[in-house]
C-alpha cells in the first residue's frame, strides 16, 4: 500500500488512464450518442423553449391586461392568469371540460388497445390463449 510507484505501476495506470479516454471517445462517436444528442436539441428547441415562453407570458402582467383588472401593473409579476384558469369563470370551459375529454378520449384509446392486443396475442401461437395453455 505504501510502496513507490515503479515504472510498472506508472505503466498500469497510465493504461487505465488511456482506456477509459478511449472508452469515452467510443462512447461519445457511437450513433446513439449522436442520435440521443440531436434528439435533446430538438427537444429543448421545440418544446423547452417556448413552453419557458408561455409560462414566462402568464405570470407577468401585460399591458393589455390593464382591461382584465386594476390591479394591474405591466412587468409586475401575477398569479392572476392561473388563478383565472383554475378557479375563474372560463374555468369550466377552458380547462376542466377539454381536460375531461382529453381524459375520456384517452380511456377508451386505451380499452381498444387492451382490447385488440389481446385478439391479436390469441390469434398467435403460445402460452397466452387459454385455449393454446393446455
Not at 53 to 58: A, E, L
Not at 92 to 99: I, V
Request: proline share 6%.
Amino acid at each position: 500500500m505504501g510502496k513507490l510507484l515503479n515504472s510498472t505501476n506508472r505503466l498500469a495506470v497510465t493504461t487505465l488512464a488511456e482506456r477509459w479516454m478511449n472508452l469515452l471517445r467510443y462512447r461519445i462517436a457511437s450513433p446513439q450518442f449522436i442520435i440521443s444528442i440531436l434528439l435533446l436539441v430538438a427537444l429543448l428547441y421545440l418544446v423547452v423553449i417556448p413552453l419557458y415562453g408561455i409560462v414566462d407570458r402568464t405570470v407577468i402582467w401585460d399591458e393589455a391586461d390593464i382591461r382584465l383588472s386594476r390591479d394591474a401593473v405591466p412587468g409586475q409579476h401575477t398569479l392572476f392568469h392561473w388563478k383565472n384558469v383554475f378557479r375563474g369563470r372560463i374555468a369550466k370551459p377552458f380547462f376542466y371540460k377539454p381536460l375531461l375529454n382529453t381524459l375520456f378520449t384517452g380511456s377508451i384509446a386505451a380499452v381498444l388497445a387492451l382490447f385488440l392486443g389481446g385478439i391479436l396475442s390469441c390469434w398467435l401461437p403460445g402460452p397466452i390463449c387459454p385455449e393454446n395453455a393446455g
